[in-house]
């Protein structure tokens, strides 16, 4: 029996790079598609590119005859893209790349998979509800968008649905809620956090600037939440699921354990820089795992915050 081919869009990037290695670790012949200019985060997979299972693939989401050609050369069984702009701040700067690359290369892919046996996973955020005033969302909840890059997947999702009805297709996936790991980038709120407070228990640095502390985020584990991927890549039937902690924690929540951590009070190393305050804030949003729950049995607990905090401190503290 053939090994089953999976193409993974987006391979270097946090969430691509975590689910080749899952992938290549059941023994599936895993191709990861990176850009030519991503070349800053390659060190993600570069453990994978030494084994037999794992290829390294060159294309771009703009580029459409990239993807096509990939395609055509890999045939694969299945195709998880991970691939995005997923900033919301960045969305905002650049609009119109960041929808071309989150909402129309996604229909670009559907077109091309119409009619081909291949089943197709799509990352949702769920920054898609944006403004809402439900304590809890799950998959019903309504579609809300207040950034480029939540219109982009919003139109993502809706287009995946759209397609699976009128053209047969088995297009699934998730709506993640936030999700980190030692490979998030430093951009990011929970990574920048722990590199800077890393850098002041070295004596490197004297303080950080953040945002608004009080804001509450869903937090969850980035391995956790790939693996789920595969999950409901395996069900029958194409469907999408909120995957989420369930819980909420405000950002100051976050820094205090992290300076715990290595034993310094917060209060003594955090500025508030005003120009870090999102002009285009979403409620505070909360994930509803029922569904996948008692669809394949997602354990929401599997890793709390305060775990999760551990291994992206130990991760940064073993750094030179």
């Known amino acids: 029996m053939n090994k089953k081919k999976i193409l993974i869009l987006g391979a270097t990037g946090q969430d691509g790079s975590l689910i080749c290695k899952f992938l290549v670790k059941k023994n599936y012949d895993v191709y990861g598609l990176a850009r030519k200019s991503s070349t800053g985060n390659r060190k993600n997979i570069l453990d994978l590119t030494k084994l037999p299972n794992f290829k390294i693939c060159h294309g771009d989401l703009l580029d459409l005859i990239s993807i096509e050609r990939i395609i055509r050369e890999v045939k694969p069984d299945e195709i998880y893209n991970f691939a995005d702009q997923d900033h919301v701040t960045w969305s905002f700067n ?70 699976n009805r009128i053209f ?18 430093r951009e990011y709120v929970t990574q920048k956090i722990v590199y800077n407070v890393c850098q002041i228990y070295k004596k490197k640095k004297k303080n950080i600037l953040l945002g608004d502390l009080s804001a509450k985020i869903d937090w969850g584990y980035a391995k956790d939440y790939v693996e789920a991927s595969w999950k409901i890549m395996q069900l029958k039937k194409p469907d999408f699921f909120v995957i989420a902690s369930g819980t909420n924690y405000t950002v100051e929540y976050f820094v205090k354990k992290c300076f715990s951590y290595v034993g310094l009070d917060y209060k003594k190393y955090v500025k508030i820089d005003p120009k870090l305050i999102r002009k285009a804030k979403t409620s505070t949003l909360r994930g509803n795992t029922s569904k996948a729950e008692n669809h394949f049995k997602f354990n929401r607990k599997k890793t709390n915050l305060d775990q999760l905090i551990k291994i992206m401190m130990d991760s940064e503290l073993d750094k030179n």
């Open 94 to 163: 650049i609009p119109s790349y960041s929808f071309k690359v989150t909402a129309l290369a996604v229909i670009e892919i559907l077109e091309a998979l119409k009619g081909k046996k291949i089943k197709y996973f799509q990352p949702i955020s769920s920054n898609i509800f944006g403004l809402n005033d439900e304590k809890k969302q799950n998959e019903n909840s309504r579609l809300n968008p207040n950034s480029i890059y939540a219109l982009g997947k919003a139109t993502a999702y809706q287009a995946c649905q759209m397609y």
């Open 168 to 185: 047969k297709m088995h297009n699934c996936g998730a709506i993640f809620y936030n999700h980190e790991s030692p490979r998030r980038a």
